[in-house]
């Protein structure tokens, strides 16, 4: 499970560099929609990893 969790966060910092970065101008909106997406999946692989853990 942590994998998927650090997946989620470099797929979600990458998606933020290119989103709020301007690199991709054509795809900001996307990368910026994605940002959102897969920090919402971290946070969420997060919380469950805690739950599990109880």
Known sequence: MLKWTVIFLIVAIIA?????GGIAA??????KVLFFVFLVL???SLISRG????
Do not use: E, T
């Open 42 to 44: 971290f946070v969420l």
């Open 26 to 31: 054509g795809a900001a909106g996307i990368a």
């Open 51 to 54: 739950v599990g853990r109880s």
């Open 16 to 20: 933020g560099v290119l989103g709020f």
